[in-house]
């Protein structure tokens, strides 16, 4: 069965202060890591997909990595706006391509 | 490039009653999957369509339903509603691709059972 562990659960930082997210998976084989945020209310937004161990993706403050039993998402230099409950889901190999997600971290960045 | 569309944004049912929930992939995406998201569980799959067809079930009771129209829009029903079913349902749809299998999410509907 495939698993999802993120930590913190939640996590406060002040504006400016870099921090990670952890993403910690089991999956039999698996097809892709995928990093989504979510605003109260709605639905996820997509970020990152992340293929292969050793890959890395970043989008603004947002740099995620990829081993082969967890990966990162580290927030640099964070700002009031990327308050959000941050998740990480994995796609396993095979013909079902159900996304398996995490608990999620809600990250909150103090001005 | 419009979104993923999901119809209606807040339902309120009472205990035993039906619903029917819907939505509208982003055009050229011919997957559509459903995931229930609530404090406790957080999100789980419900079912994945593909060219009308159900590729893949999540472990849900009978109660929860879905269908894919040849447009590749998509309903979920819910039948013989209970408090537990009072949740925030979020409907994804992707190209389904080789190399493209990412997920765009709607805004979800809010279904509370009352």
């Known amino acids: 069965e495939d698993q999802v562990t993120q930590s913190p659960e939640a996590l406060r930082l002040q504006e400016g202060e870099s921090s990670s997210l952890n993403c910690s998976y089991t999956?039999?084989?698996?097809?892709?890591l995928f990093w989504y945020r979510q605003d109260p209310g709605k639905g996820p937004e997509f970020l990152f997909t992340?293929?292969?161990a050793g890959e890395e993706k970043e989008k603004e403050r947002l740099k995620a990595t990829l081993t082969k039993k967890e990966s990162f998402l580290h927030i640099t230099a964070p700002k009031p706006e990327d308050s959000a409950t941050y998740l990480c889901?994995?796609?396993?190999?095979?013909?079902?391509?159900?996304?398996?997600f995490g608990s999620g971290t809600q990250l909150t960045v103090l001005p | 490039k419009a979104g993923v569309t999901q119809t209606p944004r807040y339902l309120i049912k009472t205990r035993g009653q039906q619903v029917t929930l819907s939505c509208s992939p982003i055009?050229?995406?011919?997957?559509v999957s459903w995931y229930q998201q609530t404090p406790g569980q957080g999100l789980q799959f419900l079912f994945e369509?593909?060219?009308?067809?159900?590729?893949n079930k999540g472990n849900f009771p009978g109660r929860f339903s879905g269908r894919q129209f040849s447009n590749s829009r998509s309903e979920m029903n819910v039948s013989t509603l209970e408090l537990g079913d009072s949740a925030l349902y979020l409907c994804?749809?992707?190209?389904?691709?080789?190399?493209?299998?990412?997920?765009?999410f709607g805004s979800g509907t809010r279904l509370t059972v009352v």
């Open positions: 992340l293929y292969s």
């Open positions: 999956v039999s084989g698996l097809r892709g």
């Open positions: 889901a994995v796609q396993a190999e095979g013909s079902a391509r159900q996304l398996t």
């Open positions: 369509y593909f060219s009308e067809t159900q590729r």
């Open positions: 994804a749809s992707s190209l389904a691709v080789r190399g493209n299998y990412g997920y765009t």
């Open positions: 055009s050229g995406h011919r997957s």
